[in-house]
């Protein structure tokens, strides 16, 4: 469906949750522009500020239709794009009177750039006392790597999932999407809402320092506490889990894949008697969670014996019909198409000038009385330059 939103002359929101809220995105790439992104898609003001000429790295990455990057599409969405040159004075001065009376400067520079500049968030926040500053890096502002360039790649590998991730006997295996960015971005934006609930008690801002690495290292739930009080060290294990089973992704009779979710011992009974072995829970190689996934082989066996009489849609219905937690391995043709997805309004179609319209993922989380939008798709370098002249927040 398309979008058509209200809006004020400027192409500002005109509701929303965080309808008021002026941020200036002085950042590159995925991670920290993930954070505005999510902030715009709930009516905050966001104005982008990119180099001249150059722009934003994401301009001219990833697939492109003509010249359209389409990435640069979706991470620049909703956001008023200008450019300024921060390695002259002229730049930097323009853009501290941008500053002037924002809420928040989302930025992702290496650590010191600011400070070199005359731009440190101490010296901002002198002049204006409730900016919020989110600086987004890949080691952190501090600490003996503090200095060292740092991207998504690399933190995923640095922070321990890369290690479990993959097949025991294969290398460890990065993802194939900006995984850590998109996590980064998301905890960006939370940050930054748990510093402006503060400044409503306090009247101040704060800066947020964020390494990539911290919110990856967050995710991985009892990975550090099972090595500091077990000596535990987790290794691939495939589509597996050491807490969980049966966990794993079976193949169906017309080679489609479907993945199974069923280690609490409600739909483990489910699924055996679903796929006619309920005798297996009288087992004791079965017969609890725990044991179940000291014999992971075995179970998978079963069901990867069970699944392959059947296709992938029929093993599903059958699974479903059980009342067993099951999916299927979509791609992401599977995922446009879905009915639930086209049901619930996940993917919007929103028009654009450059490609006419184009299907986009919907913004998150979802608000029952304030819901996100998506206004418009990432401008062409420079749109709103014109609106210096005017003052940039009327």
């Known amino acids: 469906m398309s979008v058509d939103t209200p809006?004020?002359?400027?192409?500002?929101?005109?509701?929303?949750?965080?309808?008021?809220?002026?941020?200036?995105?002085?950042?590159?790439?995925?991670?920290?522009?993930?954070?505005?992104?999510?902030?715009?898609?709930h009516g905050a003001d966001v104005v982008k500020v990119e180099m001249p000429e150059v722009g934003d790295g994401i301009r001219q990455w990833g697939h492109r239709k003509g010249d359209v990057a389409l990435y640069w599409k979706v991470l620049a969405r909703n956001k008023r794009t200008v450019t300024l040159d921060l390695h002259e004075e002229a730049g930097r001065e323009r853009l501290r009177h941008l500053?002037?009376?924002?809420?928040?400067?989302i930025e992702n520079?290496?650590?010191?750039?600011?400070?070199?500049?005359?731009?440190?968030?101490?010296?901002?926040?002198?002049?204006?006392?409730?900016?919020?500053?989110?600086?987004?890096?890949?080691?952190g502002q501090d600490g003996p790597y503090a200095d060292r360039p740092g991207f998504g790649t690399l933190v995923e590998a640095f922070s321990g999932f890369a290690h479990?991730?993959?097949?025991p006997d294969r290398p460890p295996t990065l993802p194939p999407f900006g995984l850590a960015d998109s996590m980064a971005g998301m905890i960006g934006a939370f940050g930054i809402l748990c510093a402006l609930r503060e400044r409503d008690r306090s009247g101040r801002g704060?800066?947020?320092?964020?390494?990539?690495?911290?919110?990856?290292?967050?995710?991985?739930g009892s990975l550090v506490i099972d090595y500091d009080q077990q000596g535990i060290v987790q290794d691939r294990m495939g589509n597996r889990t050491p807490f969980s089973a049966p966990r794993n992704a079976y193949q169906g009779s017309d080679g489609g894949w479907f993945a199974i979710s069923a280690s609490n011992q409600n739909t483990a009974t489910?699924?055996?008697?679903?796929?006619?072995?309920?005798?297996?829970?009288?087992?004791?190689?079965?017969?609890?969670?725990?044991?179940?996934?000291?014999h992971q082989d075995e179970l998978d066996q079963?069901?990867?014996?069970?699944?392959?009489?059947?296709?992938?849609?029929?093993?599903?219905?059958?699974?479903?019909?059980?009342?067993?937690?099951?999916?299927?391995?979509?791609?992401?043709?599977?995922?446009?198409?879905n009915e639930h997805v086209v049901a619930r309004g996940s993917l919007i179609r929103v028009a654009?000038?450059?490609?006419?319209?184009?299907?986009?993922?919907?913004?998150?989380?979802?608000?029952?009385?304030?819901?996100?939008?998506?206004?418009?798709?990432?401008?062409?370098l420079g749109s709103d330059d014109d609106q210096w002249t005017g003052g940039l927040w009327r």
Request: aromatic share 4%; net charge negative.
């Open 206 to 220: 704060q800066v947020i320092d964020l390494a990539l690495y911290e919110p990856m290292l967050a995710a991985l």
């Open 109 to 139: 520079f290496r650590p010191g750039t600011l400070e070199r500049w005359g731009l440190s968030p101490n010296g901002l926040r002198a002049a204006n006392e409730r900016l919020v500053v989110l600086r987004v890096s890949g080691w």
């Open 302 to 337: 079963v069901i990867s014996a069970w699944a392959a009489l059947r296709t992938r849609d029929e093993a599903i219905a059958d699974l479903n019909a059980g009342g067993v937690p099951v999916a299927p391995v979509n791609s992401v043709a599977d995922i446009v198409g």
């Open 7 to 41: 809006t004020d002359e400027g192409g500002r929101p005109s509701n929303g949750s965080l309808e008021g809220l002026r941020v200036v995105e002085v950042a590159t790439m995925l991670a920290a522009p993930f954070s505005g992104m999510l902030l715009a898609d």
């Open 99 to 105: 500053l002037a009376d924002a809420d928040v400067l």
């Open 270 to 294: 489910r699924l055996l008697t679903t796929i006619g072995r309920p005798e297996l829970l009288d087992d004791p190689r079965f017969a609890t969670n725990t044991v179940r996934t000291a």
């Open 352 to 380: 654009d000038d450059e490609l006419g319209e184009a299907l986009v993922q919907a913004p998150v989380p979802r608000l029952c009385d304030t819901p996100g939008q998506v206004r418009f798709l990432g401008r062409p």
């Open 164 to 167: 479990i991730n993959g097949w």
